[in-house]
Every structure is written in structure tokens, then in C-alpha cells.
């Protein structure tokens, strides 16, 4: 079921529209999150869980279909699993969701509410067979839409009641949660559900651990012939897998124990465009300037970068906002009138200035003042982690007003930076120099900002990753 939510960001940011979309387990699925609420996992090629309803860990195997229609505000997902095991057993189960979207465009953040629409599931084991009677289930999850990455956090209670040959009884209590975030360079959700099943047999507790991870990473490919006009390259290398975990409890049945899952796909190679700067060999930063011209982040026509050159608020915040793949705001069709720029410094006709326009709207960047933005004006070091903290939506996870900062130049940080810079430094994306000092208000050259934007990447492609996934699996 929560396969609803790996693609309800990008539905949620241009609006509710009529669809239908099926996805077969032989296809990667659109996003990063488990099937459905019995911690299985899939491929590309097939789905697999474990059933504890004969007392007995019973994996089953096969293939699960999706389809999701969407409509007014309300998303219906339907699964239909078609599952095996080695002794030729079988379990079937169809299962209808109904997701109710309630959009607070003033907050940027999205509620849901999800229940069971239909269902029946029919299990098999050693001539018993398990027919679910009754199902309930509700679930509601918060979705915060943040500039360069949304973050979601939802609550699930449920109730399934088996008829065991049409006869006695099986009541399986389940409760638990899901946490995940999504955005261009990866995404995970992991689902920690605790279940309690209640038979005339006596009482059983599992506990299933599932996480789906999708990430695109950048690598670099070496041109090994000599007569080439060009030395090497960066591939994007798309992955995505999951891992699962049943730990159980059945004292009626096969005691204690502890099963792991793994899935991967197929991983997806993109080459990238090559960069032939010939002002930076030897240069400290040559390969993150690389890095960012193959991704598209600098634009740049001549054979020179400049990168010890002061980089200005311009360019910094198109390439943020170029480097995390935000959405850039569209065009209103059958405009009559101009576009008017939001500064008199700007122009509506440059290629790059709906990036501008979208980063203003979205809170990421201030003018200098309410008629300039300071196109041209050197970027401070205060100015770029501001820009960074706010396109993460981390700007508010600084402590309560009156802190201080660890650094030594703490009473030069601007008090509208301050925030921004506590929180960078606490999640690694700056440090100080040799003296512990920040230098709110030095000038961030060309080489330095690229560097800074790296590690914006390196954030969005792996620290994310970690804490949504390994911190809530194995801490």
C-alpha cells in the first residue's frame, strides 16, 4: 500500500489530475517503498514475504500487480498478489486502499488518511487453509514539501481476523509506522510494523523491518585511449533495493528467531556530458567543477571556469536549485502580457531566471533589498549555507533563539544566517578554518561554492539515506 506515497510527492506538486498507473513487479516501481504492510520485498523479477499464521516462518513467493487511480483529492490503490512456496502452497490476496489528501498550500505540507476499501486473501498451509473474514486498517501521514527534498512521517493500527477451515479463529493486532523522504537523487521509506496474532493455539508477536532505497550516484569513467579529445568522464548510476527483517516470537509453534530479506535491481547507467576546462588541472576542486558541469550545474560556454574567481548570488542559486532537480515554476499558458521580473535587476528572458523566480516564491533566497536581488554581488559564506539550509527545509531543526554557535567569530554571523549555519555544521556540510572561526562574510570563490554544492549532493545522495534507513533499522 504505501507504494501510493512513493509517487504522491510528484502528484502533489502539480495538482490532482485523473490517472491510472499499473506497475508490475517484472518493472522497477516509480518511487522507493514497501508493498503493502506484511514486510515483503521485491525486483524487478519477483515479490516475496513470510506468513506466521500456522506457527511456522512460511515463505512465499511470486508476483504482485498495482494499480492507482486518482481522483478529486482521493487515491485508490488496488494490489493483487499471486504467491508460491516450495511445496506448491498458495496465497492469494487482493486488497483495495482508499487515500483521502488533505493540501495545506500555506504550509507546504500535505495530510493523508487511508482505510480499506476491499478485500480477500486466501492462504494454504499443509492442507489448512487461512481465509481473511475482516479487515481494518487506518493510517494517516504528514507530508512536509520542501524545496529540494520532501519528508514524510505517517501512523498505522490495523486489524485482520482469519476463519481457519471456515471454522475457529485467528485475530492478527498490528500497529506500527513509516518514515521516508523523497527527491531527485534518491529516496527511502522504511516501515516498522509490530504484530500480535491471537489463536485458541495461544499468543505470537512479530516484528517486521522493511526498507526500500532508491539513490543515484555519480562515478567517474577513465578515457584510457591516448588520441582522444577528452581523458575521462562521470556516469549517473541509478540503484535501488530492499532489505527486510521478521523477528518473531511463537512460543506454540517454532519459538524464537530472526529472518533477513534482500532485493536489488538492476542498477541504470547514464553517461554525462564531458567538461574541457583547461584552467584547472592541479586545482583543488577540479573534480567537483567537473562533477557539477557533467550534472548540467554550470552552464558554462567557455573553455575557462575561473575558479578562483568570486562567485556570485546568481549563479549559486540557479546552481542550487539545478543541483537538487527542483521543480522550476511553469510558464502560465496563453500569457498576454510580459513577464514581469520579481527585481529590477533581473531579466524574464534569461534561460536561468525561473530558477531565480522559484527560489524567491519557495523561501530558499531573499533580494538585497525589495527592488534588487544583487545579481551580480559576490556571495558571501553566510549567504550560501543560508541558501543551502533553506532548500533542505532544515533551517527550523536550529535550537531555540539565544543559542551561540561553536565558533570563535560566533557574534559575526548575521542573525538571519545563524540558524542555517548551526544546522550545516551540525549535519557536515561546512566546518570552520584552522582557528575555529566561520568567516560569515568572506567571499566564497567559484572552486569554494562548488565545493559547498557537493556536499549539498553528497547529502541529498547518502546522509539521507542513513538516517531514514540504517538509524531506524539498526540503532
Same mark, same amino acid.
Given at each position: ?20 498507473? /499499473? ?19 521485491? !525486483? ?37 498478489? !499471486?504467491?508460491?512456496?516450495?511445496? #506448491? ?6 486488497? +483495495? ?5 488533505? &493540501? ?16 480477500? &486473501?486466501?492462504?494454504?498451509? &499443509? ?28 501512523? *498505522? ?30 529516496? /527511502? ?66 519459538? /524464537?528467531? *530472526? ?75 496563453? #500569457? ?33 533589498? +525589495?527592488? #534588487? ?53 551540525? *549535519? ?48
Amino acid at each position: 500500500m504505501c507504494n501510493i506515497f512513493a509517487s504522491l510527492f510528484k502528484k502533489i506538486s502539480i495538482g490532482i489530475s485523473l490517472s491510472i498507473i /499499473t506497475i508490475f513487479i517484472m518493472s522497477p516501481p516509480a518511487g522507493a517503498a514497501p508493498p503493502d504492510f506484511n514486510g515483503g520485498i521485491n !525486483n524487478e523479477y519477483t515479490y516475496e514475504e513470510y506468513i506466521f499464521l500456522s506457527g511456522e516462518p512460511v515463505k512465499f513467493s511470486g508476483q504482485v500487480t498495482v494499480t492507482e487511480r486518482e481522483r478529486n483529492n482521493q487515491i485508490t490503490t488496488n494490489y493483487r498478489f !499471486n504467491l508460491t512456496n516450495a511445496a #506448491q502452497e498458495k496465497l492469494t490476496r487482493n486488497v +483495495s486502499y482508499i487515500t483521502n489528501l488533505a &493540501e495545506r498550500t500555506d504550509k507546504g505540507q500535505t495530510t493523508t488518511t487511508t482505510s480499506v476499501n476491499s478485500y480477500n &486473501e486466501k492462504t494454504t498451509i &499443509e492442507g489448512t487453509t487461512y481465509t481473511l473474514d475482516d479487515y481494518q486498517l487506518s493510517q494517516g501521514m504528514i507530508i512536509d514539501n520542501r524545496p529540494a527534498s520532501d519528508y514524510y512521517s505517517g501512523n *498505522i493500527v490495523g486489524r485482520k481476523i482469519y476463519k481457519v477451515n471456515n471454522q475457529s479463529d485467528i485475530t492478527v493486532h498490528f500497529s506500527g509506522r513509516n518514515v521516508g523522504y523523497e527527491n531527485f537523487w534518491g529516496g /527511502t521509506e522504511t516501515q516498522i510494523i509490530d504484530y500480535q496474532i491471537l489463536s485458541d493455539r495461544g499468543e505470537a508477536f512479530i516484528t517486521s523491518k522493511v526498507s526500500d532505497s532508491k539513490s543515484k550516484t555519480l562515478k567517474y569513467e577513465p578515457h584510457d585511449p591516448s588520441l582522444s579529445s577528452f581523458t575521462g568522464g562521470h556516469a549517473r548510476i541509478s540503484q535501488q533495493d530492499m532489505i527486510g527483517e521478521y523477528t518473531y516470537n511463537i512460543p506454540y509453534g517454532n519459538g /524464537t528467531g *530472526i529472518i533477513h530479506l534482500n532485493q536489488e535491481m538492476v542498477p541504470i547507467i547514464e553517461r554525462l556530458i564531458v567538461p574541457k576546462f583547461r584552467d584547472l588541472t592541479g586545482h583543488w576542486a577540479r573534480d567537483n567543477i567537473e562533477r557539477l558541469y557533467s550534472l548540467g550545474v554550470f552552464d558554462e560556454t567557455t573553455q575557462f571556469f575561473s575558479p578562483n574567481t568570486v562567485m556570485n548570488r546568481y549563479q549559486f542559486t540557479v546552481g542550487v536549485m539545478k543541483a537538487a532537480d527542483i521543480r522550476v515554476l511553469v510558464e502560465p499558458r496563453n #500569457q498576454r502580457a510580459p513577464r514581469q521580473a520579481m527585481f529590477s535587476d533581473l531579466d524574464p528572458r534569461d534561460p536561468d531566471y525561473l530558477y531565480i523566480e522559484s527560489a524567491v516564491k519557495k523561501g530558499v533566497v531573499n533580494g538585497i533589498n +525589495s527592488s #534588487q536581488f544583487g545579481r551580480k554581488n559576490g556571495l558571501t559564506r553566510a549567504q550560501a549555507v543560508t541558501i543551502l539550509i533553506r532548500a533542505l527545509g532544515l533551517e527550523d531543526r536550529a535550537p531555540s533563539p539565544g543559542y551561540r554557535t561553536n565558533y570563535v567569530d560566533n557574534a559575526q554571523i548575521p542573525y538571519w544566517a545563524k540558524d542555517s549555519v548551526y544546522v550545516a555544521t551540525e *549535519i557536515g556540510l561546512i566546518y570552520g578554518d584552522n582557528q575555529n572561526r566561520f568567516n560569515p562574510n568572506q567571499p566564497v570563490t567559484r572552486a569554494e561554492a562548488s565545493a559547498m554544492i557537493i556536499r549539498y549532493l553528497n547529502f541529498l545522495e547518502n546522509d539521507l539515506k542513513q538516517n531514514y534507513r540504517d538509524d531506524m533499522l539498526f540503532f
